[in-house]
T-cell receptor, first 109, second 115 residues
Framework: GQNIDQPTEMTATEGAIVQINCTYQTSGFNGLFWYQQHAGEAPTFLSYNVLDGLEEKGRFSSFLSRSKGYSYLLLKELQMKDSASYLCAVRDSNYQLIWGAGTKLIIKP | DADVTQTPRNRITKTGKRIMLECSQTKGHDRMYWYRQDPGLGLRLIYYSFDVKDINKGEISDGYSVSRQAQAKFSLSLESAIPNQTALYFC??????????????FGAGSRLTVL
């Protein structure tokens, strides 16, 4: 079966750095996505990786290793507004998105 | 105005009732999707449509039906609602090529409670 694993919840301090991991086992691979979802709101797109390596976008970076079935989202200079759930999703060989359950990130002052 | 609009935003209904959730978009995208989100689970695809004449079942289509009335409109129906269909429902759209990033734009969600 297809599976996306990410931690259920993480806590970090304002101003610090946090890394949210995602491991996947899917039927093929055609890209990995990270979305941010604030409580009660819609998911919004953060990043897309299709090749190995690091993609940087401001305070957020996303890394992919296809051989390891592994990605992480790195958030720097954490702000209180970064408190949200972070969803990892992989597009499989049929171009269908398989979603992880999300990681709830709690930022403390 | 939002790019993807869902109505109603909240709905409480009783078992056995027919419910329709509506979605409209101003993105000009061809592809539209309906997902449900449950606590502790990833988003699950119910139905998707790549154009007006195209309807495809997703992972969990049983108990649901859809209608693509126009490029901009995609509605989800529960013919006879049951309590385990209580969930947060999201409509989403995407454009571009299938192999590109094909980012999803989500509506604000419709929270459905079936008593």
């Amino acid at each position: 079966g297809q599976n996306i694993d990410q931690p259920t919840e993480m806590t970090a301090t304002e101003g610090a750095i946090v890394q949210i991991n995602c491991t996947y086992q899917t039927s093929g691979f055609n890209g990995l996505f990270w979305y941010q979802q604030h409580a009660g709101e819609a998911p919004t797109f953060l990043s897309y990786n299709v090749l190995d390596g690091l993609e940087e976008k401001g305070r957020f970076s996303s890394f992919l290793s296809r051989s390891k079935g592994y990605s992480y989202l790195l958030l720097k200079e954490l702000q209180m507004k970064d408190s949200a759930s972070y969803l990892c999703a992989v597009r499989d060989s049929n171009y269908q998105l398989i979603w992880g359950a999300g990681t709830k990130l709690i930022i403390k002052p | 105005d939002a790019d993807v609009t869902q109505t109603p935003r909240n709905r409480i209904t009783k078992t056995g009732k027919r419910i329709m959730l509506e979605c409209s978009q101003t993105k000009g995208h061809d592809r539209m999707y309906w997902y449900r989100q449950d606590p502790g689970l990833g988003l699950r695809l119910i139905y998707y449509s790549f154009d007006v004449k195209d309807i495809n079942k997703g992972e969990i289509s049983d108990g649901y039906s859809v209608s693509r009335q126009a490029q901009a409109k995609f509605s989800l129906s529960l013919e006879s609602a049951i309590p385990n269909q209580t969930a947060l429902y999201f409509c989403a759209t995407s454009g571009g090529t299938l192999s590109g990033a094909n980012v999803l734009t989500f509506g604000a969600g419709s929270r459905l409670t079936v008593l």
